[in-house]
């Protein structure tokens, strides 16, 4: 699938004001840091349609894009509030980020697959391995994308791959593996997104 145009819609803080625009919805789920942004701009071919951060649990509203815009293949894109809160982050506003993931997750009539993003480095953590139970739980499609691949070798992304299935109990198909940097999995992602949203023998 082409991604012919992408735009920023609104940003939401509050689960009351979650919003449907009338088009299916893929969401991006991931720790804080985890490169969500960085991985929107990558497969949009944009540089900085979402805004990336340094600073660990920079995005904390539900972010809604709208992509190819008024063609046959529209869907909106939904940047999730990142989990793994922040340094200095008051209990109040915890509770607030994980009432508003909560009510769209499971609210949300339009979402139709979920990319959860990890670290392609790391053993998925504690918060990674309950965001796929949540999924699996609520009966909600998912795939996991694995991040920062070009900071391995090939081999060593692969065995990485394979560790991080077997710890979240998934099949090794249920994992993508890419990279920005070194523009890896892009369309891999793009035809899974059209495969889930647009294929009707799904």
């Known amino acids: 699938m082409d991604i012919k145009t992408s735009g920023f819609v609104t940003s939401?803080?509050?689960?009351?004001?979650l919003k449907d625009f009338g088009l299916d919805e893929v969401a991006v789920a991931g720790r804080s840091n985890v490169g969500k942004s960085t991985f929107i701009n990558y497969i949009t071919c944009r540089k900085a349609l979402a805004k990336?951060?340094?600073t660990p649990g920079k995005t904390r509203m539900v972010n809604y894009f709208v992509i190819n815009e008024s063609m046959?293949?529209?869907f909106m894109l939904v940047d999730?509030?990142?989990y793994g809160y922040a340094v200095n982050l008051s209990e109040a506003e915890k509770a607030r980020w994980d009432k508003l993931m909560g009510a769209y997750l499971t609210g949300s009539e339009r979402l139709k697959h979920v990319?959860?993003?990890m670290d392609i480095?790391?053993?998925p953590s504690k918060l990674d391995i309950h965001m796929i139970e949540y999924l699996n739980l609520n009966i909600i499609p998912f795939t996991v994308v694995l991040t920062k691949a070009d900071k391995l070798s090939r081999s060593a992304s692969l065995r990485q791959k394979k560790a991080i299935?077997?710890?979240l109990k998934l099949g090794i198909d249920n994992l993508i593996i890419t990279?920005?940097?070194?523009?890896?999995g892009g369309e891999e992602i793009k035809n899974l997104i059209y495969d889930r949203l647009f294929n009707s023998d799904n």
Request: aromatic fraction near 0%.
């Open 12 to 17: 939401v803080a509050k689960a009351k004001d």
């Open 52 to 54: 990336t951060s340094a």
């Open 72 to 74: 046959d293949n529209a």
């Open 80 to 82: 999730l509030p990142g």
């Open 115 to 117: 990319l959860v993003l």
């Open 121 to 123: 480095r790391r053993e």
């Open 165 to 167: 299935a077997s710890a």
């Open 179 to 184: 990279s920005s940097l070194n523009k890896q």
